[in-house]
């Protein structure tokens, strides 16, 4: 395209609320052909709620204090929902030293000198630690779209918490415009196959990855593109950086981490996926201007 059509397309795409920061972004956004979408905070609103707390022992406000002082200490978006909801029932956090978070996989710490544990199953089972009688609860949770946390205590699960995170109101739509547009969309997660799944089906997503850890989402991007296909990444988290870099044209949600706004040529301001549509068009419409 001419500098001049370009510049109208730049000015265009903002007033959709896509802030272009790199040129070469909106000529190539008319060619995508794959729009790869992160779940939390990008199709979702990235502020989960706790929907179930679930004890083995019937004392779930312990387990939720347990959870509150290892999540006290983090800054997922699963430890607000958990802090919240402690809060709520007037709960205490319990007092967890020795904290660490394990990307993709949960939150460790120490009380009154046992380990305490909390995050998913496979990783609880890596490390050799039984979730035994929650299957009931676990189908509850995941059939509402939820994640299933598990809590252990020294080398006993102890229960299980239901977060979910609500879908954004125009996920659905701007979806359904991808499709019209004959492109294909897919999601990557870190989430839990059944609430992946859950989401997928629901909104008519083409294909889905889950459980995928966070340095690997830049490689299904890649493989993506090694098929073919000319590939948009969006996602709004530090985890996603890399794979924003490494796709045709990375956007990133405005209201997400500065780190992933650095590694994408588009910004969404509005933090809508309305935004990847916009700027496909846009960009088909500036580049046929000019032939
Ligand atoms: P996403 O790709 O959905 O943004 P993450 O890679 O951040 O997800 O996390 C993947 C999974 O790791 C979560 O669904 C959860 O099971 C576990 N996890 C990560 N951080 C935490 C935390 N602070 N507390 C509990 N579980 C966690
Ligand atoms: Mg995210």
């Known amino acids: 395209a001419t500098p001049m059509s370009v510049m109208v397309g730049v000015g265009k795409a903002a007033e959709y609320g896509a802030l272009i920061r790199q040129g070469e972004a909106l000529q190539t956004a008319g060619q ?71 990307n993709g996989k949960g939150v460790i710490g120490a009380y009154q000198g046992q380990t305490v544990r909390l995050g998913n199953r496979r990783w609880l089972e890596a490390e050799g630690l039984a979730v035994r009688d929650l299957d009931a609860d676990t189908d509850r949770i995941t059939g509402e779209a939820g994640t299933p946390l598990y809590l252990a205590l020294g080398n006993e699960v102890i229960g299980v918490i239901g977060v979910a995170d609500a879908i954004k109101p125009d996920s659905q739509a701007a979806i359904d415009r991808l499709h019209d547009a004959g492109i294909r969309v897919m999601m990557v997660t870190g989430d839990i196959d059944a609430t992946a799944k859950a989401i997928a089906t629901r909104l008519g997503i083409d294909e889905y990855r889950a459980e995928v850890l966070p340095e690997d989402k830049a490689e299904v991007v890649s493989a993506m593109r090694g098929k073919g296909y000319t590939v948009a990444m969006v996602g709004d988290g530090i985890n996603d950086a890399p794979a924003l870099a490494a796709a045709d044209v990375g956007f990133a949600i405005g209201t997400g981490t500065d780190v992933a706004i650095e590694s994408a040529g588009i910004t969404l301001m509005r933090g809508s996926l309305h935004g990847v549509p916009d700027a496909i068009e846009v960009s088909r419409a500036t580049v046929k201007n000019i032939h």
Do not use: Y
């Not at 992160?38 to 929907?51: L, R, S, Y």
């Open 32 to 102: 995508l052909d794959l729009v790869i979408l992160d779940k939390t905070g990008t199709i979702t609103e990235g502020h989960p709620t706790v929907t179930r707390v679930s004890a083995l022992d019937q004392d779930e406000p312990r387990l939720l204090a347990l959870a509150a002082g290892l999540e006290k200490h983090s800054e997922h978006p699963l430890a607000e929902a958990i802090l919240a909801r402690a809060a709520a029932d007037g709960l205490e956090p319990a007092a967890v030293d020795q904290f660490h978070a394990l």
